[in-house]
């Protein structure tokens, strides 16, 4: 290791040890170092969810499922259903999937190499990088984003990211530490998130300031590089169809085990279109007779689209649809329906 990167090295582990972030994931566990499920479960989580988002959500997610073996127990529906409100829902699919193969294969045991590692369903360099390093204290050095930019910036490199991606990773090899691995992976994670901000970085105040190209050429507040084109995302149309009936229950359905939001509850809602002419009348509202009244339009937005979706409601007897599944209206917030579908459900009643 160089001589900057060792200071630089030091410096965090010095301040990591008085400023470190309480996170639940982080108890410590056995030889100083965290739980490796704990570390498991968070890295799924903390993939697109933020980490105050994801800080509550693991406390219960634990309480209900405090081992691996435990939770190699749980079905499909059962953390489709707690994710509500999470998102992504690929990734408790996943979860769960390399939670099942570790059990079987592994004998309970988070794999210590990265081979096994990256063969596990919903895990990239990064995430296997990050549960080796953090969990088992193994030298490696995971990039996300706050890692990211604290290169960019020591270095001055004023491109986009994503030009420069095997630069970073080459740069980020020098700092990895053959001892304190975890420590310092956590320490840069920190202090991205802490010192060297995303838009006011503290730079007064950074102790590795004097090893800062782009402070030095006042470039702190221009790198990293944004990429000036923003993507239009395409719009998709659909109708939903909040059904009630006499006992206060709503119709609902499984959607299709494959594609979005696979298994999870659904109002009734037609095929989404991307053109708004082209919607067809979704097959179990054809049977429907009561006029349904709109509730209007609502807009919902995905990763990579967003819906727009107008929303109509209707009262109707339960004998009229023998075949249909009811959920108490009462219960539909903790049920196993996508964010989205809750949110069609609470504008129809
Ligand atoms: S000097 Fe500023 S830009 Fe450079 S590492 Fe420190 S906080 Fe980040």
Same mark, same amino acid.
């Given at each position: ?38 570390? /498991? ?16 959500? /693991?406390?219960?997610?634990? *309480? ?50 990265? #081979? ?27 990039? &996300? ?24 990773? &080459?740069?980020?090899?020098? /700092? ?11 320490? /840069? ?12 970085? %503290? ?66 809602? &037609? ?27 609502? #807009? ?5 689209? &967003? ?20 959920? %108490?209206?009462?219960?539909?917030? *903790? ?15």
């Amino acid at each position: 290791m160089l001589k900057q990167e060792k200071q630089v090295n030091q410096h965090l582990i010095k301040w990591y040890a008085q400023n470190k972030r309480e996170l639940p994931w982080r108890k410590l566990y056995k030889n100083n170092l965290p739980n490796p499920y704990y570390v /498991f479960v968070s890295e799924y989580m903390l993939q697109q969810t933020t980490v105050n988002t994801v800080k509550e959500r /693991f406390i219960e997610f634990i *309480n209900y499922w405090p081992t691996l073996k435990k939770l190699a127990t749980a079905t499909e529906p059962q953390i489709l259903k707690f994710w509500s409100g999470l998102g992504y829902y690929s990734r408790a699919r996943n979860l769960l999937k390399a939670t099942k193969i570790i059990n079987k294969k592994f004998n309970s045991k988070i794999p210590n190499n990265y #081979e096994d590692l990256i063969l596990l369903p919903g895990i990239g360099d990064y995430t296997a990088k990050a549960i080796l390093g953090i969990a088992l204290n193994k030298s490696v050095m995971p990039l &996300d984003a706050n890692i990211e930019r604290i290169l960019l910036r020591l270095h001055a490199i004023d491109k986009p990211i994503n030009k420069v991606k095997n630069i970073l990773k &080459d740069l980020g090899n020098k /700092f990895i530490s053959d001892k304190y691995s975890s420590n310092l992976i956590q320490s /840069f994670m920190d202090y991205g998130s802490e010192i060297c901000l995303p838009r006011n970085p %503290k730079c007064d105040i950074c102790g590795i300031n004097i090893f800062c190209q782009s402070y030095k050429k006042n470039l702190q507040l221009k790198i990293p590089i944004k990429l000036k084109k923003k993507t239009i995302k395409p719009i998709k149309y659909t109708r939903a169809y909040v059904i009630v009936n006499e006992k206060n229950e709503i119709l609902v359905r499984n959607r299709s085990s494959k594609g979005m939001l696979a298994s999870m509850l659904e109002v009734p809602n &037609d095929v989404w279109v991307k053109n708004k002419k082209s919607l067809i009348t979704d097959q179990d509202m054809q049977q429907i007779t009561t006029k349904l009244k709109s509730k209007g339009s609502f #807009e919902y937005s995905f990763s990579h689209f &967003d819906l727009e979706a107008e929303i109509f409601y209707g009262n109707v007897k339960k004998a009229k649809f023998l075949n249909g599944n009811w959920i %108490k209206k009462s219960a539909y917030s *903790n049920s196993r329906m996508p964010t989205v579908m809750k949110k069609i459900v609470e504008l129809a009643v």
